[in-house]
Antibody, heavy 117, light 107 residues
Framework: EVQLVESGGGLVQPGGSLRLSCAAS????????MSWVRQAPGKGLEWVSA????????YYADSVRGQFTISRDNSKNTVYLQMNSLRAADTAVYYC??????????WGQGTLVTVSS | IQLTQSPSFLSASVGDRVTITCRAS??????LAWYQQRPGKAPKLLIY???TLQSGVPSRFSGSGSGTEFTLTISSLQPEDFATYYC??????????FGQGTKLEIK
């Protein structure tokens, strides 16, 4: 069974940083690209970032490019999202996701990031 | 690639047949998925490759379309179907984007 478990969310002041982690199990982690998707309170889904299976290629939404950094450790079956210079607009539930063009559409339970003074 | 869903809100009754449309700003072939999201929960994959039903999803859900226009149909609404539905394009995978969502409410 595929499991994705996010951690690292919480309350942070504007301008602060957080690192989210996503521990994966139940599939061969090193063969899949992974991504992060966020959902602001009461809003829709926004793709944030993705990383290739090897970690050699990374992709970002325009809204977070230069602010967030995605990485992965295939020895630990974990993907990370380093978030810097946080602002109120970054307040959201952040989901880790294993998504492909096929039948893989797995999401974690999400971790809430609140940016507020 | 922009995805536009219509309607944004839909009020219907148990047993009704409903259709949600998703239009893409450019040709995405059949790289389209549909998700259902209930309040406080992660999205759940219903349909992938525009028309393939995900394992375990009831057959009252169906998807169709290609290119720039797609539909999700629920043939006979059940109480558990009242939720928000999102389309997702994967033409530029691993980059992707979502429609703005359609909230399906009980009439």
């Amino acid at each position: 069974e595929v499991q994705l478990v996010e951690s690292g969310g919480g309350l942070v002041q504007p301008g602060g940083s957080l690192r989210l982690s996503c521990a994966a199990s139940g599939f061969t982690f090193s063969t899949y690209a992974m991504s992060w998707v966020r959902q602001a309170p009461g809003k829709g889904l926004e793709w944030v970032s993705a990383i290739s299976s090897s970690g050699g290629s990374t992709y970002y939404a325009d809204s977070v490019r230069g602010q967030f950094t995605i990485s992965r450790d295939n020895s630990k079956n974990t993907v990370y999202l380093q978030m810097n210079s946080l602002r109120a607009a970054d307040t959201a539930v952040y989901y880790c996701a294993l998504i492909t063009r096929g039948a893989e559409g797995y999401w974690g339970q999400g971790t809430l990031v609140t940016v507020s003074s | 690639i922009q995805l536009t869903q219509s309607p944004s809100f839909l009020s219907a009754s148990v047993g009704d047949r409903v259709t949600i449309t998703c239009r893409a700003s450019q040709d995405i072939r059949t790289y389209l998925a549909w998700y259902q999201q209930r309040p406080g929960k992660a999205p759940k994959l219903l349909i992938y490759a525009a028309s393939t039903l995900q394992s375990g999803v009831p057959s009252r859900f169906s998807g169709s379309g290609s290119g720039t226009e797609f539909t999700l149909t629920i043939s006979s609404l059940q109480p558990e179907d009242f939720a928000t539905y999102y389309c997702q394009q994967l033409n530029s995978y691993p980059l992707y984007s979502f429609g703005q969502g359609t909230k399906l409410e009980i009439k």
